[in-house]
């Protein structure tokens, strides 16, 4: 089946500085999307991209479709600490009879004050 | 609270015992997917819904699992027989429609602990 890669598995990082969180997948998706988990919560949805080479942002969230429509990422500008919690990939095929997520297993990002 | 409504929001059961989750979607949201995530996992895809239908269950082991999504009242996944391997949080997501610009959402999920 498809699997994700998600790298890094892990950071750690300043207050204010910038972070980037990237995806690769085995074999194409139309779709990425990119959400945000808390503890004992489900994911927020952050960004939607469904254009090869589309770059969206929201607000200090910028994520990019790759070319390839193989791989996508997620830049965090000016990091603060609400940003903490684990972020999460998923891959879309809308229009091929179903429309599950392909997840990936995240980044644990934690901000230092 | 408009968003998705998953209860009980915590389920202990013992094994051999049935487990009933139920997931109630945004307004508006005909359509219903269930995911399971295990501790430092990412979620999987288990079953897709619409009203009175099961689109596609391809993620989902049939002998115990089954779920509905009726025309009244919210969806309900069962799992019968549970055992220990069962344990894990289970998300029930929403969205409008299929296809693109139809972003699925998320519920706060339902953890199942199997003793």
């Known amino acids: 089946g498809q699997q994700l890669n998600q790298s890094p598995q892990s950071m750690f990082i300043q207050e204010g500085e910038d972070v980037s969180m990237n995806c690769t997948s085995s074999s194409i998706f139309n779709t990425w999307l990119w959400y945000k988990q808390d503890p004992g919560e489900g994911p927020v949805l952050l960004i939607a991209?469904?254009?090869?080479?589309e770059l969206t942002s929201n607000g200090r969230l910028t994520a990019q479709f790759g070319i390839t429509r193989k791989d996508s990422f997620l830049n965090i500008s000016a990091s603060i600490p609400s940003d903490v919690g684990i972020y999460f990939c998923a891959g879309q095929n809308s229009g091929a009879g179903s429309y599950q997520l392909t997840f990936g297993k995240g980044t644990k990002l934690s901000v230092i004050p | 609270n408009a968003g998705v409504m998953q209860n009980p929001r915590h389920l202990v059961r013992r094994r051999g015992q049935e487990a009933r989750l139920r997931c109630s979607p945004m307004?508006?949201?005909?359509?219903v997917y269930w995911y399971r995530q295990l501790p430092e996992e990412g979620l999987k895809f288990m079953v897709y819904l619409q009203k009175e239908n099961i689109i596609d269950e391809s993620g989902m082991q049939k002998e115990r699992f089954s779920a509905e999504f009726p025309k009244e009242g919210p969806s309900i996944l069962r799992i019968q027989q549970v055992v220990r391997g069962d344990s894990a949080a289970y998300f029930c997501?929403?969205?409008?429609?299929?296809?693109?610009?139809?972003?699925?959402?998320f519920g706060d999920g339902t953890r199942l602990s199997i003793l």
């Open positions: 307004k508006g949201h005909s359509h």
């Open positions: 991209l469904y254009k090869a080479g």
């Open positions: 997501a929403s969205s409008p429609g299929a296809g693109f610009f139809q972003p699925q959402h």
